[in-house]
C-alpha cells in the first residue's frame, strides 16, 4: 500500500496497492487479465482486512507510464478528483458506464509489465460494498 494511505480504507479515497506481477499467479501476477474485454467487464476484486470486506467494480484497465500521477492519493477539491477519475477513465482499453461521484472511494492496483520497464498495468475499481467489523 502507498506510504500515503491510511490502512484503514474507509479514510481513503484512493487506496493505491502495488505489488509484482508474479509468475506463478501470486501476488499481482493474474491482475493482466484485465486486459482481456470479457474479464474486464464482469471485472470485481474484495479485499479483506481488519476493518471489514470491501467489494469493488473495476471502472478503469490500462498500460500507464510509470511517470504518469494515477498513484495520486490527496484531491484538494471534489473537482480535482473527479477530473482526476475522468483522466483515468480516458485512458482505459475498454470503456463503462460507470459514472464517479464526489463521494466514491476507488483503488488502484499497479504491477510491472514484461519487457516495458517504463510502464505500469494499472486497474481502477470503485467501491461498491463494504462490511465493517
Known amino acids: 500500500m502507498d506510504y500515503r494511505n491510511s490502512r484503514k480504507l474507509t479514510k481513503n479515497r484512493n487506496t493505491v496497492i502495488y505489488a509484482h506481477r508474479m509468475d506463478d499467479g ?3 501476477g493474474n491482475l493482466h487479465q484485465f486486459k482481456y474485454e470479457n474479464i474486464f ?3 470485481t476484486v474484495e479485499i479483506t482486512t481488519n476493518e471489514g470486506i470491501f467489494h ?3 471502472f478503469c484497465a490500462a498500460e500507464l507510464q510509470a511517470t504518469y500521477n494515477y498513484y495520486r492519493t490527496d484531491f484538494e477539491s471534489d473537482d480535482q478528483f473527479l477530473k482526476f477519475a475522468e483522466e483515468i477513465q480516458s485512458q482505459s482499453k475498454f470503456k463503462t458506464d460507470i459514472v464517479l461521484k464526489p463521494t466514491d472511494k476507488i483503488i488502484t492496483l499497479s504491477t510491472c509489465m514484461v519487457n516495458m520497464h517504463d510502464y505500469r ?4 475499481a470503485v467501491l461498491t460494498d463494504k462490511t465493517l467489523f
Not at 498495468?121 to 481502477?124: E, I, R, S, Y
Request: charged share 15%.
Open 26 to 28: 501470486s501476488m499481482f
Open 41 to 43: 467487464d464482469s471485472g
Open 121 to 124: 498495468f494499472v486497474v481502477f
Open 56 to 58: 469493488y467494480r473495476v
